[in-house]
T-cell receptor, first 113, second 114 residues
Framework: RKEVEQDPGPFNVPEGATVAFNCTYS??????FFWYRQDCRKEPKLLMS???SGNEDGRFTAQLNRASQYISLLIRDSKLSDSATYLC??????????????FGTGTRLTIIP | DVKVTQSSRYLVKRTGEKVFLECVQD?????MFWYRQDPGLGLRLIYF???????EKGDIPEGYSVSREKKERFSLILESASTNQTSMYLC?????????????FGPGTRLTVL
């Protein structure tokens, strides 16, 4: 089983719609969770961290379900500029106590005018 | 703004060549990382460094080595390039060893090995 699994998509969604992605992770000891966004031919950039209680940033809502080991991202009122690949990211600890991140392969989203 | 720069955007090398990829960050970050990104496989960690001259293997270190002589600079070395090392290479930095701090990525180097 992959450490972090995402539906690769593509999700083709009309402008203004609501879209949600899920991601599952296998390491129950993981403590930090993130969504990164990667535009075509660009580097990944942090979209938002995911907190236990769930968190919202404008049109974006992230939630964590520890019992089922999944995180989700909800985008409301989608804009053309939301077209990108969304990477689910989970932390893990190395042998020497340094924290590393495991990246999912990403979910590709295209917003259609 | 944090800035992570990489020495080349595109690089073409021949099989067997020694290849150096350079990464520089300007925010005095302790941790630096090298990833490669391939379609369907996502970002995979090659090596990372948590301090000057300190390094730790990632998930796919075979065929690679790294060097960190100064805090701001982290180099990835392909000792003898092979065609299966054709990939997008991304460098990242983070303030310290704690993962809830954001990782900042460079623009990437697309390496083609012929």
């Amino acid at each position: 089983r992959k450490e972090v699994e995402q539906d690769p998509g593509p999700f083709n969604v009309p402008e203004g719609a609501t879209v949600a992605f899920n991601c599952t992770y296998s390491n129950s000891a993981s403590q930090s969770f993130f969504w990164y966004r990667q535009d075509c031919r660009k580097e990944p950039k942090l979209l938002m961290s995911v907190y236990s209680s769930g968190n919202e940033d404008g049109r974006f809502t992230a939630q964590l379900n520890r019992a089922s080991q999944y995180i989700s991202l909800l985008i409301r009122d989608s804009k053309l500029s939301d077209s990108a690949t969304y990477l689910c990211v989970v932390n893990r600890e190395s042998n020497f106590g340094n924290e590393k991140l495991t990246f999912g392969t990403g979910t590709r989203l295209t917003i259609i005018p | 703004d944090v800035k992570v720069t990489q020495s080349s955007r595109y690089l073409v090398k021949r099989t067997g060549e020694k290849v150096f990829l350079e990464c520089v960050q300007d925010m005095d970050h302790e941790n630096m990382f090298w990833y490669r990104q391939d379609p369907g496989l996502g970002l995979r960690l090659i090596y990372f460094s948590y301090d000057v001259k300190m390094k730790e293997k990632g998930d796919i270190p075979e065929g690679y080595s790294v060097s960190r002589e100064k805090k701001e600079r982290f180099s990835l070395i392909l000792e003898s390039a092979s065609t299966n090392q054709t990939s997008m290479y991304l460098c990242a930095s983070r303030p310290d060893r704690v993962s809830y701090n954001e990782q900042f990525f460079g623009p990437g180097t697309r390496l083609t090995v012929l």
